[in-house]
């Protein structure tokens, strides 16, 4: 008898819950906590990176590597819980999240550093993943709304505690205490859904199967696809296109072939609400996390602040997205999942549309134009997933949820890389004195777009996610 035999009624409730089954809260809350953390940490860290371990035209890949890898683990973490259940898996995410950590903390120069985090993305994309399955199995449709703005707002937490530490670190012991510190973490927390979380049950074990071919070929077309927004090589972009036309004509044919191998259920694509849940996470995702890259760069370059306070940024960007997920369920019952998503989309049009209202960018506009960013993700990416779980078949729960993840890392990886390669070509094309400001405005104007193009996804969500199919029961 598994943890959630124990007490089935309870954990449907959410109240009066046994020691055991809060520690696995605990533990997942302090998984997604690590992992949060450390994808958000480099922002600030970032600017003494570049100039420290040289290679500074790398520098988008210590953020796109490791959500790269995230975006991979992603795809496999909620088949996998599906198949052989949460304990084994989330126990070898974790220890993918130390080995990475321990790797990064060692790390001699950019290109090593970039290796580790790719290894670091690939246990910390499994580790979110997982975090919201298991929360997800031990709550009904209506405590998976409050546990959900719980989730997000421990996420937005970590995402503000991560930079902070990472300011802290640098200006003290050095930043690669940061990650040093996650090895005890992560190895308790391990131990602790070892001995806690459910294994797989038979019936699930013979439904989720994992489809290595379709994996390889996703894989291969989304680093193709980074490939392109980055390189400056027309050799290399040629063979990324040649990779990512290929890559995708396999994956389509492959899912044609067999639509439950697929890593992104189909319902992703034939369900007009599923897939605009996707789409608003892919936009919501592009915009925080580009903006998170670039606002303590082009603070730094400018001279409106140092490397140690330009971390502020991220930690009020975090802050909004803690204040939005709190709120947010409340907000779903009384307005509509609808009208919760739409203002989120239109804070996310909002904060870039104010950071190029000046040519000289200032940190007190920066931290507005991130406060509505953070804000504005909190409203979107909580009130989506929520939706996306409420019609989740109960056997396909861990995909469902992988899947919303998925979009969401593809969309800060996508996010990081195109921005990142906006703002540098616009420095070095524009020429004159102004030129940075210049290529820093025009990339905040592209996050803008991505903003309002959010804002018209998220007008085709179910207005109410309560109201939604609840999840069918196990058989």
Known sequence: MTL????????????????????????????????????TVVGSLLPTMA??????????????????????????????????????????ALLLFAAGSAGVAAAPDMPLLIAARALQGLGAGAVVTLSYVLVGQLFDAAGRARMQGLLSGVWGLAAVVGPALGSAAQATVGWRWVFALNLPIALGTALV???????????????????????VTFSAGLTALLT???????????????????????????????????LVPVAFVRRRE?????????????VLYASVTQLPLALTRSGATGETASGLVVMVGALGWVGGA???????????????????????ALGPLLFITTTHPSLPLAVVTQLCVGLGTGFTTA??????????????????????????????????????TIQLNAAEHLGGAEAQ?????????????????????????????????APAPQH
């Open 4 to 39: 959630l035999d124990e007490a089935p009624e309870t954990a449907k409730t959410g109240g009066g819950a046994p020691a055991g089954r809060r520690a696995l809260i605990a533990g997942a809350l302090l998984a997604l906590f690590l992992a949060a953390a450390d994808s």
């Open 51 to 92: 100039r420290t371990l040289g290679h500074e035209e790398l520098y988008p890949w210590l953020v796109s590597g490791f959500l790269l890898c995230s975006v991979l683990a992603t795809a496999v973490a909620g088949a996998a819980a599906d198949r052989f259940g949460s304990k084994a898996t989330m126990s070898v």
């Open 193 to 215: 859904v070892a001995r806690l979380a459910p294994g797989a049950s038979r019936g699930t074990r013979a439904r989720a199967r994992l489809n290595v071919p379709i994996l």
């Open 228 to 262: 392109l927004l980055v390189s400056p090589a027309l050799p290399a972009l040629v063979l990324a296109g040649v990779v990512l036309i290929g890559a995708a004509a396999l994956q389509i044919a492959q899912v044609r072939r067999n639509p439950a191998a697929s």
């Open 274 to 286: 599923i897939r605009a849940a996707a789409v608003v996470s892919i936009g919501a995702s592009v």
């Open 326 to 348: 709190a709120v947010c369920g409340g907000l779903i019952s009384r307005f509509g999942a609808r009208t919760v998503a739409t203002s989120g989309a239109v804070l996310l």
């Open 383 to 420: 009130t989506c997933l929520v939706q996306v779980q409420n019609t989740a078949p109960a056997e396909q729960l861990g995909s469902y949820t992988g899947a919303v993840t998925l979009c969401r890392n593809v969309g800060a990886a996508v996010g990081v890389n195109l921005i990142a």
């Open 437 to 469: 400001s210049a290529s820093y405005r025009l990339a905040f104007g592209v996050l803008a777009a991505a903003g309002a193009l959010t804002l018209l996804a998220s007008r085709q969500l179910r207005a109410d996610p309560a109201r939604a199919a």
